[in-house]
């Protein structure tokens, strides 16, 4: 990542089965995480923390005031080495906005740190939220680049609050790196799965 020129790194906190595993659970150990961020940061790179992944029934089944619970333990302890949070990926798939919004409250209660959110393809409402800072974009796989040019300028135009083009393509590098670059482009404040890096 750093011989591409880039400057953040997204990484979970908490892990059931997304990507195929493996389980992990820093709520409860904020101190080994502090590790990670620090290696990060040394590295160069600004952590980008996301808080609660896809495919995880057990926290997914969580009341909001438990999910808060977690965060209590365990925000505070790591948010000095933080860029950024989100609150979790594909946040429409698994929970309501009123779930999100009383999250995303608690969250901002414990942090000044930017907070966004992701949501599935073509979605962004979430981010209307006062306390969410910026929305991280999923415009789905196998678009062009003008798919992504007016998505982007559709999402920006209708939160007025940066738009990060976070997520169009998995397995073709050169291909993710024209579209990054063509979410910047339009508009976005940075990409997710690849683009053209600043120059160091």
Not at 67 to 94: A, H, I, T
Not at 131 to 136: A, D, F, Q
Not at 143 to 150: K, P
Request: proline share 5%.
């Amino acid at each position: 990542m750093t011989s591409r020129g880039y400057t953040h790194f997204y990484l979970y906190a908490y892990n059931e089965y997304d990507y195929g595993g493996p389980s992990f659970d820093f709520f409860n150990n904020p101190s080994a995480f502090r590790g990670l961020l620090q290696e990060l940061i040394q590295d160069g790179l600004a952590p980008v923390v996301w808080l609660v992944p896809d495919d995880a029934p057990r926290i997914h089944g969580m009341s909001a005031s438990a999910v808060n619970g977690m965060l209590s333990q365990f925000v505070p302890g790591v948010q000095d080495l933080v860029s950024s949070f989100v609150v979790g990926l594909e946040l429409d798939e698994y929970w309501s906005g009123s779930a999100v919004d009383a999250i995303g409250s608690h969250l901002r209660q414990l942090t000044s740190k930017p907070i966004a959110v992701h949501q599935l393809p073509g979605k962004w409402n979430y981010c209307e939220f006062s306390w969410c800072s910026y929305m991280i974009l999923q415009y789905g796989f196998g678009n062009s680049g003008d798919h992504i040019d007016a998505m982007t300028r559709a999402a920006i135009s209708a939160l007025r609050k940066p738009v990060v083009a976070g997520e169009y393509e998995t397995d073709n590098e050169s291909h993710s790196v024209t579209l990054g670059d063509r979410g910047v482009s339009a508009g976005a404040a940075g990409f997710g799965n690849g683009g053209t890096g600043p120059r160091r």
